[in-house]
């Protein structure tokens, strides 16, 4: 999983595996290459978990989506814990994270039991 997770991460952000190595190794001082990114992509070789950590900074997703541990690459700080929110996809197809108030959750839920009303039966509750 965690494989075609970065493959998808890299790809979402335009990188090539010589791009991404350039980015982690000036970010993090690190040795690592493009071969060895191509190892991670095609599940030949696993990372240090210190390396997954660096690699979902530089690729703006959580560690838990690289690891297939969620389905959600947008990652959670501390502050946001708790905090509800929308992820939805940008023009670009990249998923991006809404806050929102407790009004705002509120709107958005009576919007969408009128738009779709059996999807979202068991959701808010």
Not at 73 to 88: K, N, T
């Amino acid at each position: 999983m965690f494989g075609k997770r970065l493959k998808e991460a890299r790809n979402a952000k335009g990188f090539t595996l010589e791009e991404l190595a350039v980015r982690y190794n000036s970010a993090f001082d690190g040795g690592l290459n493009k071969g060895t990114l191509s190892k991670y992509e095609n599940g030949k070789q696993e990372p240090a978990a210190s390396t997954v950590s660096n690699l979902s900074t530089i690729l703006g997703v959580s560690v838990d989506y690289l690891m297939g541990n969620s389905d959600s690459p947008v990652p959670v700080s501390d502050a946001d814990e708790g905090r509800p929110f929308l992820i939805i996809n940008n023009r670009n197809g990249k998923p991006i994270k809404i806050f929102l108030t407790n009004e705002q959750l509120d709107r958005a839920q009576k919007a969408l039991e009128l738009i779709i009303p059996d999807a979202v039966e068991d959701i808010f509750d």
